[in-house]
């Protein structure tokens, strides 16, 4: 509601100034400057200021009426607000004379503009509803004079209760008539024509920079105008329109892929569906990216889109899924009340996408509205059909979808400084030789686990043990490949039973490096141990979860093994990257082997037990004896 009371004043505030420029009627001028000079031409200066800011910083003075003279302190207080790169267009439209009444109280002069049955008149008293019955009168020549008021009165109601339609059609009939361009506004916002016919003209905004959201209403200037005292005629007519301007937003996240069961580690800045700023995965883990933008306001032909394009962008370590790339319009910002939906198998293709590189070996995406998509971006009756302020998909929120794996390999960043993925929206309007950018970054965290093996009197076989590897958390068997080069295990992937896991095993200097999980808490099962030496009597468990504070800079990570905190370390540079534990293996309760020193100790207590026996027996038997007799 706020942005729509905004809009409404904003018109309103157009719709005074077209007020004050364009009422021409005349009062106590002398005989000399009563009549028009035909002789003379005219001039039409214009300066363009950034309403939406001023209105923002409390720059803006309500007060301030334009009289078409030229007004240095207006043109100081909103230096800082200039728009460059709009154009204006202007077409005369209308003769002008001035009329003079004789009644019995005496004579009226008044101001008149003269319409004759040509395709510009016609077309545009057709847009404002007007016929020869709204003229003051019609000559001889079917040439119909209207006054002043009626003109601006007519324009006023139009553009209130069918904004766009106005707009368009008064576009439309400048630019399909000939009309003629005004340089584009220079840093100042300034631009300015002369030598110019007497006569009424209808100038319209034809093209606009990336951040102008609502153009200028259409506006008539009459050459001459009387000044605002009424006593004089001015030639050279200053104006200060203004424009409402704004961005489009962007913001892009990411979530785990509900196939691999992942969570999204309570984070607190979720926008939709478990999405985030942030996420953890494992490598081989499928990621799912979304994209959110809000489309600047349309309001007219002038404000079209003319370019909005994505270039997505992923680190290394992540790689593309491909053809599954999904754009939906919604209503809201909740992105609940779906309008449409584009896929990369329509018939008719709304966008296309192509794969490329970047620095470091990253790869892009780059996501084109074609043609089509842009024309309903811009057409669209979907949303506001019986509105007169928007059209196309304007202020829509337009949602990307798309999916990637997190890379097996070297190339994954484990720890604080992650794997980040940017997205850069560039748009423009009609003026294509202004365009802007947005760009938003989602980061994919993944992790890693060093085991350190020792042996307690340090000579035991580390190649011997080995491990498997549960993800408690999520309920499966880690996956992993050794690469040889590099001594460590990158994770590919999950598995169900038991049977599936990958056996862990310390090959060089006593480690197992594991790379590539997502921070959960997993139980580490030895399964194998050197002979002689005693296998872990329980898991052994690692939990571990990262905490960002305030932005992904301040990342902490917080672990544990079997209770017992423990520090992260670095990786590659990394910080908090890696959670390290140490196991030992204690040696076991063996038996003397042959030939050891004690060997004849068995045989002693052999025939000690042997010899106890007997003569157990022996007592047991003479008892019975004895029972007997």
């Given amino acids: 509601m706020k942005n729509l009371f905004k809009r409404f004043g904003a018109i309103a505030m157009i719709l005074a100034i077209l007020c004050s420029m364009t009422v021409v009627g005349v009062s106590a001028a002398t005989a000399e400057t009563a009549v028009i000079d035909d002789s003379r031409t ?70 008149l503009y003269g319409f004759d049955s040509n395709t510009v008149s016609n077309t545009l008293l057709d847009a404002l509803a007007l016929d020869d019955g709204d003229s003051y009168f019609m000559d001889d020549n079917d040439v119909m004079w209207f006054e002043s008021d009626t003109l601006i009165s007519a324009l006023a109601s139009n553009l209130i209760t069918r904004e766009t339609e ?153 790689e593309y899924n491909k053809n599954d790339v999904k754009i939906e319009w919604f209503t809201d910002e909740e992105c609940t009340d779906l309008l449409a939906t584009w896929t990369e198998n329509d018939d008719t293709a709304k966008f296309t996408v192509a794969y490329g590189t970047a620095a470091n070996d990253a790869t892009t995406m780059t996501i084109t509205m ?43 960043v484990l720890g604080k400084d992650g794997n980040p993925n940017s997205v850069t929206l560039t748009w423009q309007r009609t003026n294509t030789e202004y365009w802007d950018t947005l760009t938003s970054n989602a980061k994919v965290y993944t992790f890693g686990i060093e085991l350190t093996k020792t042996f307690s009197d340090g000579e035991g076989d580390p190649t011997e043990v080995e491990f498997i590897v549960h993800n408690d958390t999520d309920d499966y068997w880690l996956v992993a490949e050794y690469d040889e080069d590099d001594e460590v295990y990158y994770v590919t992937g999950h598995a169900e039973d038991e049977e599936d896991a990958t056996h ?63 520090t992260a370390i670095a990786d590659n540079g990394s910080a908090v990257a890696i959670i390290p534990l140490t196991v030992v293996n204690t040696k076991g309760f063996d038996l003397p082997q042959t030939g050891d020193n004690g060997v004849w100790m068995y045989g002693a207590v052999g025939i000690a037990l042997m010899a106890g026996a007997l003569i157990a027996i022996i007592v047991a038997a003479g008892k019975k004896k004895s029972e007997r007799c």
């Fill in 504 to 566: 862990f095993i310390p090959y060089t200097d006593s480690h197992i490096v594991i790379k590539g999980v997502e921070d959960d808490t997993f139980s580490m099962t030895e399964i194998a141990t050197d002979d002689d030496y005693v296998l872990l009597t329980e898991p052994i468990e690692v939990d571990f979860t990262y905490v960002i504070m305030r932005a992904p800079s301040n990342m902490r990570v917080l672990a544990t093994v079997n209770d017992t905190s423990v």
């Fill in 370 to 412: 074609t043609a089509a998509g842009l024309n309903e971006i811009n057409t669209s009756n979907a949303v506001y059909a019986n509105s007169p302020l928007y059209r196309g998909y304007s202020d829509c929120y337009l949602r990307i979808t798309y999916a990637a794996t997190l890379n097996s390999s070297a190339d994954t």
């Fill in 166 to 318: 106005t707009k368009n059609a008064l576009e439309e009939l400048v630019t399909d008539n000939s009309g003629t361009a005004m340089p584009k506004t220079n840093e100042n916002g300034r631009s300015s024509v002369d030598d110019l016919d007497l006569g009424l003209y209808l100038i319209v905004e034809t093209r606009v920079p990336e951040n102008v959201t609502n153009t200028t209403a259409p506006f008539f200037v009459s050459l001459p105008m009387t000044t605002l005292d009424g006593d004089d005629w001015n030639y050279d007519v200053t104006i200060y329109p203004k424009n409402l301007t704004g961005e489009p937003t962007l913001s892009k996240a990411v979530r785990e892929s509900a196939d691999d069961t992942g969570n999204n580690n309570g984070s607190t800045d979720d926008i939709t569906d478990g999405y985030s700023g942030y996420t953890s995965a494992s490598e081989g883990d499928v990621v799912e990216y979304q994209i959110i933008s809000k489309l600047p306001t349309i309001t007219s032909d002038a404000t079209k889109l003319s370019v909005y394009t994505f270039v997505d962008t992923l680190s290394k370590g992540i």
């Fill in 42 to 111: 005219g001039s039409i200066t214009l300066y363009k200021y950034d309403m939406t800011s001023a209105i923002e910083e409390d720059a803006w003075d309500d007060s301030f009426v334009s009289t078409g003279l030229p007004d240095a302190a207006v043109e100081q207080l909103y230096a800082p607000y200039a728009i460059e790169g709009v154009e204006y267009t202007y077409l005369r439209v209308a003769d002008v004379i001035t009329y003079t009444d004789e009644t019995n109280t005496g004579k009226t002069v008044r101001v």
